[in-house]
């Protein structure tokens, strides 16, 4: 009998089913109604899973289900609150995935990308190696690859793919690949790359597609990451590597299909679309604007944004390619977009952290070989935390939890109340502030005896909150442990110091509202003690250091993670600075600060002044 890996790489999987339900879908391009025999496929998908092996806390373990009035009791002001669902968690989604398999005899299991990276720290702490297995373990056939998988470059994705071991000091540094002796086979799933390649080469870094044989039904599945991806990964990251546009890659592979007998075609792709705001109406009958169900977009009356990215796209993608699995927004839907043809086709999204997943039920009809669009149906599924654990899944958090102990549960310091990163009118937090003063006051950045006087901190690489209360291995209230901190920054990203003239600071800070942050509603960078800075809507106020106007012709060094330096989240005039040096990880330096300036209390929100 052949390996698993084997058949992967043949393109031929055996597979089991499961029941589906949801949302209809008229027309189609290939074929108007199934003529000749037929046979049901089902088709399971997911997205955005970054690493949530264990159930998701807060509102990212949470799933919109209703709306209800609410009254405050201080007030009397009635308001719309959501009524919520826990949800999420590899041993969940196993059991639901494995539930809906059940009583159909074919069945498919894909992820549209950021399955690892920006992970908790279970998965982390081993490079993501636990998801993988955890993503084996629950038979996912085949994965785009989304941006979150270059987080640590292209070769440790193929090596995610392909298997294989890191020499990394086991632990020593917070990370351990392959511990206590374990050994990683990589994915027994394809990581799909169509439109990545190696730069000057028409090589792709990962296979472009993959054929899936069902008895004679051949389903082609092409996978692919946003084009956009080096504006959102580290430059480090990205090196090397070329993002091509996701139509022309797409539309490109279709007559390589076709030339393999295949007509079947869906796509892949970690780029999404944002569902507009919902206006449910109360039982008073008045229009109260509310967070989105996690089924109102299309199903229950929603549409996907006009900007959305995913719409240009799904619009242009060849009328030849039926379905498109759809990520990276964090959103659900399941919407009708029509293909260039004019015809119906199916483009979904199941949220992230493994709340939800994917429904999809479709026909083949052996004659055409190909997909009925009239019969496919797609609907969210809620992977809720009232179902039995999946014991495979509950084995591999238990084995890696043992092992991460030793990592985890060491005690950096103490906070004497919440550090939070909610921001203040200007946009500043106080996780902000002590992440831009622990990376100031970092020494692995310091070059030439010459010490950064500004740190910036993206607002976007602040994941979680340090609470007081919280104490996931008995320690005393207000201790935080390495766990706590490595969740507030997930990235493993470098410290870098560079020099930047003053004059290109303040265009830096423009750029926080400006260029293609305009319609984000303001990226704030965060800030240091010594350093402060006003605006008013897209003015540029006041910018001091030490109390001291900026310069524009003086030269200043500058602190921030790699991410930043290449001009992460559209910050270009980062990428601009000079004399680079790249220091230790931005983890290492929080955790070091927190240890040096145990108790810690936040200080007043000072530092940024705007509206």
Same mark, same amino acid.
């Given at each position: ?225 946003? %084009?956009?991806? #080096?504006?959102? @990964? =580290?430059? +480090?990251?990205?090196? $090397?590597?070329? !993002?091509? /546009?996701?139509?022309? *890659? ?90 260039? %043809?004019?015809? #119906?086709?199916? @483009? =979904?999204? +199941?949220?992230?952290? $493994?709340?939800? !997943?994917? /429904?999809?039920?479709? *026909? ?99 994941? +979680? ?147």
């Amino acid at each position: 009998m052949t390996s698993l890996r084997t058949r992967r790489l043949s393109g031929v999987v055996a597979v089991a089913a499961m029941a589906a339900a949801g949302l209809a879908m008229t027309g189609g391009s290939s074929t108007a109604a199934p003529n000749g025999p037929t046979m049901d496929i089902q088709l399971l998908s997911f997205n955005d899973f970054h690493g949530n092996l264990q159930p998701p806390s807060g509102s990212s373990g949470r799933v919109v289900t209703d709306h209800k009035l609410v009254t405050d009791p201080k007030t009397g002001v009635v308001s719309a609150a959501d009524v919520t669902t826990d949800a999420g968690g590899s041993e969940y989604l196993a059991t639901h995935l494995k539930e809906a398999r059940k009583g159909h005899p074919y069945s498919l299991t894909v992820a549209a990308g950021d399955l690892i990276g920006a992970s908790p720290f279970l998965s982390a702490a081993f490079h993501d190696e636990p998801t993988i297995e955890a993503m084996n373990a629950l038979h996912l056939d085949a994965s785009a690859v989304g941006n979150h998988e270059f987080d640590e470059g292209y070769k440790e994705l193929q090596r995610m793919a392909n298997g294989g071991c890191l020499d990394d000091g086991a632990g020593a540094n917070n990370q351990d690949s392959c511990p206590g002796g374990k050994t990683f086979t990589g994915a027994n799933f394809d990581y799909l790359a169509a439109n990545v390649v190696q730069s000057g080469t028409n090589k792709t870094i990962l296979p472009p597609y993959t054929i899936r044989n069902i008895k004679g039904a051949k389903i082609g599945f092409i996978g692919m990451t946003l %084009k956009d991806t #080096p504006s959102i @990964v =580290t430059a +480090a990251g990205v090196a $090397g590597l070329q !993002f091509k /546009d996701e139509v022309a *890659t797409a539309n490109a592979l279709v007559p390589v299909l076709r030339s393999k007998g295949v007509n079947a075609i869906v796509v892949l792709i970690h780029q999404g679309g944002v569902p507009n705001q919902q206006v449910w109406y109360g039982p008073d009958n008045k229009p109260y604007t509310v967070n989105p169900t996690y089924d109102y977009t299309c199903g229950k009356g929603g549409s996907l944004a006009p900007d959305s990215p995913i719409l240009p796209i799904a619009k242009g993608l060849d009328p030849a390619i039926d379905m498109i699995v759809s990520g990276h927004t964090h959103q659900p839907y399941v919407c009708d977009v029509k293909d260039p %043809k004019g015809q #119906p086709r199916m @483009v =979904t999204s +199941a949220s992230s952290f $493994g709340r939800l !997943f994917t /429904d999809t039920d479709l *026909t083949y009809d052996r004659r055409t070989q190909d997909i009925v669009r009239t019969s496919v149906k797609s609907a969210n599924m809620i992977v809720s935390r009232d179902v039995p654990k999946d014991a495979a899944q509950t084995k591999i958090i238990t084995d890696y939890s043992a092992l991460a102990r030793p990592i985890a549960s060491r005690v950096l310091g103490k906070i004497t109340t919440d550090v939070t990163r909610t921001g203040n009118a200007g946009g500043e937090s106080q996780l902000g502030d002590l992440i831009a003063d622990a990376q100031l006051a970092d020494p692995s950045v310091v070059t030439a005896g010459k010490k950064p006087d500004i740190a910036f901190m993206n607002p976007g690489g602040i994941r +979680a909150d340090l609470s007081y209360a919280n104490s996931p291995y008995n320690e005393a209230p207000g201790d935080v442990v390495f766990e706590e901190a490595f969740t507030v920054q997930p990235f493993n990203n470098y410290l870098v110091s560079l020099d930047l003239t003053g004059a290109q600071v303040k265009q830096l800070l423009t750029e926080q509202w400006s260029g293609s942050n305009a319609g984000s509603g303001k990226k704030i960078l965060q800030v240091n003690k010594a350093f402060n800075y006003t605006y008013t809507g897209t003015t540029l106020g006041a910018v001091t250091l030490n109390g001291q106007p900026l310069v524009d012709t003086q030269t200043y060094r500058i602190v921030t993670n790699n991410f930043l330096q290449g001009g992460g989240d559209n910050f270009p005039t980062m990428a601009k600075g000079t004399n680079v040096y790249y220091g230790g990880l931005d983890i290492d330096a929080f955790a070091n600060y927190l240890e040096a300036n145990s108790p810690y209390t936040p200080g007043p929100l000072t530092r940024i002044s705007g509206s």
